[in-house]
């Protein structure tokens, strides 16, 4: 018997970067994770912890998060493209997308600071990783995208 599961995305489980009703600050693992599970059920603890280490540190290496989720390397990995068919450099900027789109449409921060609020190393290197996914600089993509206030 084949049985086929649904991989699960980073819009899945994306936590809007400004929503106050999910707040990081001062918790432990067991706290956050009680917390995403509540707002964002998947029903699987090790992509919501995933979600939740890129929510909160942003842009780190692949290595750093399985050691964040004192899982192995060469164990994380497999698991992740296995859990969502992508592989975890793919599915952490998946997520970051998610986060730069959401700060350039619901937020006034400049550029230099939503490429530093998602630890990018420089806005260059922000503008480039925005520019392959969007096939447009982030200034442009907000302007056609912005929320309009009210």
């Known amino acids: ?4 599961y649904k991989k699960i995305l980073p819009a899945d489980v994306f936590i809007p970067i400004a929503d106050p009703s999910f707040s990081t600050a001062d918790k432990d ?3 956050i994770i009680s917390q995403l ?4 059920p998947t029903g699987n603890d090790f ?5 939740i280490l890129i929510h909160q540190q942003r842009n780190l290496h692949v ?5 964040m989720m004192d899982v192995e390397a060469t164990i994380f990995s497999p698991a992740i493209v296995a859990m969502t068919g992508m592989a975890p450099r793919e599915w952490i900027h998946a997520y970051l997308d998610l986060a730069s789109c959401e700060l350039l449409k619901k ?6 600071e ?9 806005l260059d290197a922000f503008t480039q990783f925005f520019h392959q ?5 982030p200034k442009e993509w907000r302007s056609h995208n912005r929320t309009r206030k009210k």
């Open 1 to 4: 018997m084949d049985t086929k």
């Open 29 to 31: 693992k067991k706290d």
């Open 37 to 40: 599970l509540a707002n964002r």
């Open 47 to 51: 992509i919501d912890l995933f979600a």
């Open 63 to 67: 290595q750093t998060y399985a050691k």
């Open 107 to 112: 937020t006034d921060l400049s550029l230099t």
């Open 114 to 122: 939503i490429g530093k609020e998602l630890r990018f190393s420089s």
């Open 133 to 137: 996914r969007h096939k447009c600089r």
